[in-house]
């Protein structure tokens, strides 16, 4: 956790931002602001101390602090935005959302991208340790295994750099907001929703190298749990990112069809990670004679355009009034502004189409 003082000359910094780069601006004496923030006066000192080591304040005897002019160097305006994929079909929406609010805040950012692997996190997490910026918004590579580069997250928290996490946090991070969909909720919704269509046998495909999909499979089988139908492990299939790759890339058949092999026993419907591997799948079960959703129903997450482009639309669970991108970006800015950030597990709202 920041402490006091980084905190206070982080507010005192936006402070000197919005009223006083021009120089001679006048802060409120050591007192005042012990009183407006509720912080010892050696909190305040202290905080007054890291903004004239940065040659941003200076302290007149008799007269009181203030700012020097000189410009405040770029990075305490650059906010790191450390995503797994570029050309994925969330992302664009995301940047966009939190772009704006940065923007509004007078914050421009910094793009990167892991390609969801650990080694690439490090590089950039080195790289922003060596060139500091005035916060990062982070979508972690591979979330749900143990990662190597705590270390790197931890000496950034210790270098004050605010952190907010989307879509999934590593565990091994205790107290660092993460914005996320409420994966749980999220799977229990839809294994919900084909139980009341009748549905008894199904049947799930899920990424198991990002948190997102164990937590989309814990709701789908507690749903199948609390409803008395069998929880089949055969029905529950996995890929992880180098299978999406040769997905995407290569429509690998032999993948496919092992993704479909729940679907060539009992199953009735199935249960999609996100509507990219729905549309693979829906496209791949009308090849092969299977009519959806008359023998086999398919839902998923996003209700992105994969889930409108076929000839057999999906439904599909979207966020209608909260936009991820959005709410972590004003996460980070509270943080800034030394209010603290909170995570927040945004909910979904089914959207009903013919896949179904």
């Not at 599909?316 to 995570?343: P, T, W, Y």
Request: proline share 4%.
């Amino acid at each position: 956790m920041a402490s006091k003082y980084s905190i206070l000359a982080g507010i005192l910094r936006e402070e000197l931002l919005r009223g006083g780069i021009s120089g001679g601006y006048k802060f409120p004496t050591e007192a005042e602001l012990a009183r407006r923030y509720r912080m010892s006066r050696p909190t305040v000192r202290h905080a007054i101390q890291l903004l004239a080591e940065a040659g941003l304040v200076a302290t007149r005897q008799g007269s009181g602090i203030y700012g020097t002019g000189k410009p405040v160097d770029i990075v305490f305006r650059q906010v790191a935005v450390i995503t797994s994929f570029l050309d994925d079909y969330i992302f664009p929406t995301v940047l966009h959302d939190a772009q704006t609010v940065f923007a509004q805040e007078g914050y421009s950012t910094l793009v990167f991208s892991t390609e969801n692997e650990v080694m690439r996190e490090r590089e950039i997490l080195c790289k922003l340790l060596l060139e500091p910026v005035r916060g990062i918004l982070v979508e972690g590579a591979k979330t749900a295994l143990p990662s190597p580069n705590i270390d790197l997250y931890e000496k950034l928290r210790q270098a004050d750099i605010p952190i907010v996490f989307l879509h999934g946090a590593y565990a091994e991070l205790a107290g660092v907001p993460c914005v996320s969909d409420d994966n749980y909720g999220g799977g229990y919704q839809l294994a919900r929703y084909l139980i009341g269509k009748g549905h008894k046998n199904i049947a799930g495909i899920f990424k198991s190298d990002d948190i997102q999909g164990p937590q989309r499979y814990h709701g789908v089988v507690c749903a199948l749990r609390d409803a008395g139908l069998p929880i089949r492990d055969d029905s529950f299939r996995w890929y992880d990112t180098h299978d999406r790759t040769v997905l995407l890339d290569q429509r690998d058949p032999q993948l496919l069809r092992h993704l479909l092999e729940p679907q060539a026993s009992a199953s009735t419907a199935v249960i999609c990670y996100n509507d990219e591997i729905a549309h693979l799948l829906v496209q791949a079960l009308l090849s092969m004679k299977i009519r959806v959703p008359q023998d086999m129903a398919v839902v998923s997450f996003d209700n992105s355009y994969y889930s409108q482009i076929g000839s057999t639309p999906i439904t599909s669970l979207c966020h209608r009034n909260n936009k991820m991108g959005h709410v972590a970006a004003e996460q980070l800015i509270h943080m800034f502004q030394g209010l603290g950030g909170s995570s927040h597990a945004l909910g979904w709202e089914l959207i009903e189409r013919s896949s179904s």
